[in-house]
């Protein structure tokens, strides 16, 4: 992670090579109107990129770690002034901040945080989603509890060496919490590098 210029915005090379994929995907998931909620903004930089893309929609971005909230607001200031200022939200707490979204996107966040950010991340999607809502998620995962792609591999056991808690997520225990939440899975999309967008959907 780097800042540049003069303000607080913070930039990552990987937000800058996997927003356009995810943004494709976006545009075939995400609903005609409502709140979006992402979770886990980090830098601000997804958020500032797709909320002037989708005008219909209002972008609520978040993130637990309330240092990353300057960058967020820094990024919407200069790219996105109707994206709404970050709430502090940490996924794996009985409540958050927020009642209801119509949908709610969450990229790069259940390898880099221990499983009860997933398991409280199902949860509260299945207690704010609004009936048929989305849950879009991107990622490395496992399929079948194996690694698709060495890099993955690598990527895991890097992971786990920063933080035991940490770690690639294998698909079908994410499925599986998330069905236990009322959310259905839809389907997953390959995308570049090796990662997946995984959608879910709020059972009506
Ligand atoms: C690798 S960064 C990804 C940030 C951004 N989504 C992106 O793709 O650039 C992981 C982010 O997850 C956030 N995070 C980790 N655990 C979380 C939790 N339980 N609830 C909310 N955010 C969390 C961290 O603060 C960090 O900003």
Request: with cysteine.
């Amino acid at each position: 992670m780097s800042q540049q210029g003069q303000d607080d915005r913070l930039f990552t090379t990987a937000v800058q090579r996997n927003r356009e994929p995810i943004l494709k995907v976006l545009e075939q998931v995400l609903p005609a109107a409502g709140t979006v909620l992402e979770i886990a903004s980090g830098t601000g930089e997804h958020g500032a990129y797709f909320a002037p893309r989708f005008s219909n929609l209002t972008w609520q971005p978040s993130d637990a770690n309330t240092d990353m909230h300057k960058s967020i607001l820094a990024w919407a200031k200069t790219e996105a002034p109707l994206m709404k200022p970050p709430l502090a939200l940490d996924a794996a707490a009985d409540t958050w901040p927020i009642e209801q979204a119509a949908a709610i996107v969450c990229i790069n966040m259940i390898h880099i945080s221990p499983w009860r950010s997933c398991l409280g991340l199902m949860a509260g999607a299945g207690r704010i989603l609004e009936a048929g809502g989305i849950l879009y998620l991107y990622g490395p995962y496992k399929i079948n509890g194996e690694h698709y792609a060495e890099s993955n591999a690598a990527f895991d056991q890097s992971l786990r060496s920063r933080d035991p808690e940490w770690g690639v997520r294998n698909l079908d225990d994410v499925i599986e919490v998330a069905q236990k939440e009322g959310l259905q899975f839809q389907q997953y999309i390959e995308m570049p590098a090796n990662n997946l967008s995984v959608i879910f959907a709020k059972a009506n």
